[in-house]
């Protein structure tokens, strides 16, 4: 007769055990971003993360790095595209560094609002833009946010109350080139600093001002670095999560499905929630000291609008702006 011993049973226990454990361990999936973790579009991947863990009862588990951990924002869409990294979130006109004819989305005085901006998602433009992306760098958008009203600000000694005081003034903005001729048209020095080193070269006088949308100069604290709120709203500007294409086909599709749903939920609760904020933060950045200029926005608006389509319109298609703008 075969003995069994007490040794023989937990090594029999332990392998049959071992393809279940293994299978229950969650897959990390990697999320980078520039922004501070106040901020609703980092709070908007926690959001994600929390809805993707429970509809996969755990399967899928997303880590958040915000406030440029992983490096710049080229840093992060570089490393998406190579798969080093699965997601990021970044605005149309960095992500035009990867496919050129995006910039359009984030074109100066192209949107009215929020809404307007969203409509871009069922457009043919929008499908074919994300087809290209994914064909020529590997990369996928999975949607569009809505990041803000983008407004400047300057220095102390650099007050911006119409279009001429932009004359020489060194105006930081993010490296697009799209962004750049915006300045040059309106006679400014634009000066291209990345994100995460941009209140140190704020404080340092490095540049006289910047623009961003309010939640993000709060959240920034960018207020403690300069003086005047300049109210120009001269870009709309969408951010979109993008993932490693690789990535997202290695998925199951039901899980395809539910990292969709929940970042469409996300997304909702985020736009709502920077709509909220910016109704709110003149005031509350007047309260830290800011004074807020309101300026004419038309005098803003008319060198630019003269000079950028025309200048961009073979990048971005003959037309394509005033499509888009038409919506």
């Given amino acids: 007769m075969t003995r069994i011993t007490r040794r023989a049973v937990l090594g029999a226990c332990a392998a049959l055990?071992?393809?279940?454990?293994?299978?229950?361990?969650?897959?990390?999936?990697?999320?980078?971003?520039?922004?501070?973790?106040?901020?609703?579009?980092?709070?908007?991947?926690?959001?994600?993360?929390?809805?993707?863990?429970?509809?996969?009862?755990?399967?899928?588990?997303?880590?958040?790095?915000?406030?440029?951990?992983?490096?710049?924002?080229r840093d992060m869409m570089e490393a998406v595209s190579t798969g080093a990294l699965q997601l990021t979130t970044d605005g149309a006109g960095a992500l035009s560094a990867f496919l050129p004819a995006l910039s359009v989305v984030e074109a100066p005085y192209l949107w009215r609002d929020a809404a307007h901006m969203a409509k871009v998602t069922a457009t043919p433009v929008f499908a074919r833009l994300n087809g290209e992306l994914v064909a020529r760098r590997g990369m996928r958008m999975l949607g569009v946010t809505y990041y803000g009203k983008r407004h400047l600000t300057s220095s102390a000694a650099k007050p911006v109350r119409g279009v001429a005081d932009l004359a020489g003034f060194r105006l930081r903005v993010p490296p697009v080139d799209v962004f750049r001729a915006m300045v040059e048209a309106w006679g400014g020095r634009p000066t291209p600093i990345n994100f995460n080193e941009l209140y140190l070269a704020l404080a340092q006088g490095a540049v006289d001002g910047q623009e961003n949308p309010l939640p993000t100069i709060h959240a920034a604290k960018l207020f403690e670095v300069q003086k005047h709120l300049v109210l120009t709203g001269h870009i709309i500007t969408p951010r979109m999560p993008i993932v490693n294409e690789a990535f997202w086909r290695s998925l199951a599709a039901p899980d395809r499905d539910a990292f969709e749903a929940a970042i469409a939920s996300a997304a909702q609760w985020q736009d709502a929630e920077l709509l909220r904020q910016e109704s709110e933060l003149v005031a509350t950045l007047k309260g830290a000291g800011m004074e807020v200029i309101e300026v004419d926005v038309a005098a803003f608006r008319a060198p630019v609008l003269a000079r950028v389509p025309a200048q961009f319109a073979e990048r971005w298609g003959q037309g394509t702006f005033d499509t888009l703008a038409a919506l």
Avoid at 28 to 42: F, K, S
């Fill in 17 to 73: 055990a071992a393809p279940a454990t293994l299978r229950a361990q969650p897959r990390t999936i990697r999320w980078g971003d520039l922004l501070p973790a106040t901020h609703p579009q980092v709070r908007m991947i926690d959001r994600i993360a929390r809805e993707l863990r429970e509809k996969t009862a755990g399967r899928l588990e997303i880590q958040s790095f915000p406030g440029g951990q992983l490096g710049s924002g």
